[in-house]
């Protein structure tokens, strides 16, 4: 069964603080790894896709990588508007996404 | 730029009652999707539509129905709303050529 498991379900930075979040996954045939951030109260908003291994991706302060079972959402000097619950998705036979329960990012100043 | 609208945003109802949640995009994509999210879970697909006319079940569809009449809406309906409906129910479309999905804003439901 195709599964995602992230880790850790929550962690709490300084501000400044870098940290990683992971993402493992199993899947027979990966269509694409997926990172969302989503705020309270609002709808996963698109991060970036990985299709193979080595692939990395970065935007501001995050940076995304990808190997054969894992995927890391590397964070760089976190600022408090960084604080958001972190999802991380595989494609799905269905063209839809089978997500992971998420890693919920606190920065305080 | 409009993307993904999804009404209500709240609503509570009685078991057994109905309702239908609205949603609409203005991005021509062909793919749309109905996803519930429960608190500590990951989110779930309950319909999608890979086009007017075309609907197929998701992991949960158990409880609700779907149409899609035209490229822009995808309403889904609850006929007999139970305790285990309440969530916070999310539709989301594509393109088709990438799961990369845009996502509306939301619906919390509590059934009581």
């Known amino acids: 069964e195709d599964q995602v498991t992230q880790s850790p379900e929550a962690l709490r930075l300084q501000e400044g603080e870098s940290s990683s979040l992971n993402c493992s996954y199993t899947v027979s045939g990966l269509r694409g790894l997926f990172w969302y951030r989503q705020d309270p109260g609002k709808g996963p908003e698109f991060l970036f896709t990985?299709?193979?291994a080595g692939e990395e991706k970065e935007k501001e302060r995050l940076k995304a990588t990808l190997t054969k079972k894992e995927s890391f959402l590397h964070i760089t000097a976190p600022k408090p508007e960084d604080s958001a619950t972190y999802l991380c998705a595989h494609g799905g036979s269905q063209g839809n996404l089978i997500f992971g329960k998420g890693t919920k990012l606190s920065v305080k100043p | 730029n409009a993307g993904v609208t999804q009404t209500p945003k709240f609503r509570i109802l009685k078991i057994g009652q109905s309702m239908t949640l609205q949603c609409t995009q203005d991005?021509?994509?062909?793919?749309m999707y109905w996803y519930r999210q429960d608190p500590g879970m990951g989110l779930k697909l309950i319909y999608y539509s890979v086009g007017a006319g075309i609907t197929d079940k998701g992991e949960v569809p158990n409880g609700y129905n779907v149409s899609r009449s035209t490229t822009e809406d995808f309403p889904l309906r609850l006929e007999l709303a139970a305790p285990s409906q309440t969530s916070v129910y999310f539709c989301a479309s594509a393109t088709g050529m990438s799961p990369e999905a845009f996502f509306g804003q939301g619906t919390r439901l509590t059934v009581v």
């Open positions: 991005m021509n994509h062909n793919y």
């Open positions: 990985l299709y193979s």
